[in-house]
């Protein structure tokens, strides 16, 4: 059984920078080159929104234009752990922050890769505030 576990929410002024994690267990990601997991997040009273994704064996990634150019979705295959560094963050960017994983051998793909509905594996979530 997949379980994804995030970590490194928390608190920080505008302008400031958090690097989330998770790590996943029960099965290797990036061990079919088209695996994908993503980032996704969720705001009181607003949808859960895709945020980033990476093709773990190609190294495609995939943001959402409102993150583009100030977070970075990397992996650490040693680790089986996905990261979201995310630099320049606004009170917008407050949020619940989830992690999430396709079914093995599943492509992320340009046009589908913030699609929640295909992604089956979720972590519990961590918060990310952003004071102004």
Do not use: H
Not at 43 to 55: F, L
Not at 89 to 100: F, R, V
């Amino acid at each position: 059984q997949v379980q994804l576990v995030e970590s490194g929410g928390g608190s920080v002024q505008a302008g400031g920078s958090l690097r989330l994690s998770c790590t996943a267990s029960g099965y290797t990601y990036s061990t079919v080159k088209s695996d994908c997991m993503g980032w996704f997040r969720q705001a009181p009273g607003k949808e859960r929104e895709g945020v980033a994704a990476r093709n773990l064996g190609y190294g495609s990634t995939y943001y959402a234009d409102s993150v583009k150019g100030r977070f970075t979705i990397s992996q650490d295959n040693a680790k089986n752990t996905l990261y979201l560094q995310m630099n320049s963050l606004k009170p917008e960017d407050t949020a619940m922050y989830y992690c999430a994983a396709k079914a093995p051998g599943v492509g992320c793909f340009s046009n589908l890769w913030d699609r929640r509905g295909m992604y089956n594996n979720w972590g519990q979530g961590t918060q990310v505030t952003v004071s102004s």
